[in-house]
């Protein structure tokens, strides 16, 4: 019985999970976008994300540690040079995961899993820092228009006379 045990074993022996997981985990830090199960998607989410967050700090310790998890030199040097910088001013929730059908042969549930800042449809080109500075509330835009107007008659009535 699998009483309280969080994690998804995704039908393999653990060894064969870590293989798994590892290399669709490289595979989304060089491609930005996969095509997976809806399951294996879900464990890859939970698999990377705190390896993007460790990629924030560029040091001999958290590349080894990246390393550990990743073993190629390559996606490790991708995943601190590309997207750590892109993902510098998130504070979590680098993937998205979207459901895309099932699939033909089995009818398992697929889904797409990709990095959140590297998509263009969604993001239309501006990099978080640009939309974090234009973020404003309606309530802030409507206030100010309500004290500059009164004071814009006041004005205009004083101009007339």
Not at 17 to 45: E, P, S, V
Not at 48 to 76: G, M, N, Q, W
Not at 113 to 128: A, C, H, P, R
């Amino acid at each position: 019985m699998r009483h309280g045990d969080k994690i998804n074993n995704l039908g393999r022996k653990t060894a064969h999970r870590h293989a798994l997981l590892m290399n669709l985990a490289c595979a989304l830090i060089d491609n930005k976008r996969i095509f997976t199960t809806l399951a294996k998607a879900k464990a890859l989410r939970v698999y990377v994300e705190p390896l993007i967050t460790k990629s924030k700090e560029d040091t001999t310790h958290s590349r080894r540690i990246a390393f550990s998890y990743l073993k190629r030199k390559e996606t490790v040097s991708e995943l601190f040079k590309e997207v750590a910088s892109k993902v510098a001013n998130r504070n979590g929730g680098y993937t998205r995961i979207i459901k895309t059908g099932n699939r033909q042969g089995d009818a398992a549930e697929m889904a797409m899993i990709e990095l959140v800042d590297f998509n263009e449809i969604y993001s239309n080109g501006k990099s978080t820092a640009e939309g974090a500075a234009k973020k404003t509330t309606r309530r802030s835009k409507g206030a100010a228009k309500k004290t500059a107007t009164p004071k814009a008659k006041k004005e205009d009535t004083a101009s007339a006379e």
